[in-house]
C-alpha cells in the first residue's frame, strides 16, 4: 500500500470500504474490522489493523475468505459467482493456465478430496507458483491434520490478502482500458 491508496481508503463510505476490502479478503467480518479502524494514519497502522482484524477472527470468518477462492486449476471456478477478487484470482492463479492434462486431472481430484476431508476450499499463495508446485503443495497438506491445516490455511489467507492490499490502486490511478478498434 501507498500512501495514496491509505488516502483513497480514508475517503470512502464504510460500505464502498468494506466491498475494498472484502475484494481482497473475502471475509465479511473482516472487511467491516478493516473499515471500522479507519481512518489509517499511515501504511504501517493499516497493516497493523490488518492484523488484528485476522488475529480476532472467528473460524466462520476464516471459512468465508477460504470459500471466496475459486479452486486451483478449475478455470469454470475462475470465471466464479465471486466476482469481487476475480481480477486478482486469474492472475494470481496464472501458474495452473499451462498445466497437462494430467496435472489439471490431479487438482481437481485432490480438490475434491481437501473440500471432503476439511469441509473447505484449498488455498495457497499460488503467486509466481507452477501447477505442479501446487499440486506437490496440496498433496503434502492433504496428510495434515485438520487443525494444523486450519492454521496453515490462515496463513495463506493472510499472504494472499497482503498481496492484494499492496496492489489496491485508486480508481483515478488505474490504467484506462484500451478503446476497441
Not at 495452473?96 to 471432503?116: F, V
Not at 492433504?142 to 490462515?154: K, T, Y
Amino acid at each position: 500500500m501507498t500512501s495514496a491508496v491509505i488516502a483513497w481508503l480514508n475517503s470512502l463510505t464504510d460500505k464502498q470500504a468494506q466491498a475494498t476490502f472484502k475484494a481482497c479478503c473475502g471475509s465479511t467480518y473482516w472487511a467491516r474490522k478493516m473499515s471500522a479502524a479507519r481512518p489509517f494514519p499511515d501504511v504501517t497502522a493499516a497493516e497493523h489493523a490488518a492484523r488484528l482484524a485476522f488475529n480476532a477472527m472467528p473460524n466462520s470468518a476464516w471459512i468465508e475468505a477460504f470459500e471466496s477462492h475459486p479452486r486451483i486449476g478449475d478455470i469454470d471456478s475462475l470465471r466464479m459467482k465471486y466476482a469481487g477478487n476475480q481480477q486478482w484470482s486469474a492472475s494470481e492463479q496464472a501458474g495452473a493456465g499451462g498445466a497437462d492434462e494430467e496435472t489439471i486431472k490431479r487438482l481437481a481430484e485432490g480438490n475434491d478430496d481437501y473440500h471432503s476431508t476439511f469441509g473447505a476450499t484449498f488455498i495457497v499463495c499460488a503467486t509466481g507458483k507452477s501447477a505442479a508446485e501446487m499440486l506437490e503443495i496440496l498433496e503434502e497438506r492433504l496428510q495434515n491434520a485438520p487443525a494444523d491445516e486450519f492454521e496453515v490455511a490462515c496463513g495463506e489467507q493472510r499472504k494472499i490478502t497482503a498481496l492484494r492490499l499492496d496492489k489496491l490502486t485508486p480508481p483515478d490511478q488505474q490504467p484506462k482500458p484500451e478503446p476497441p478498434t
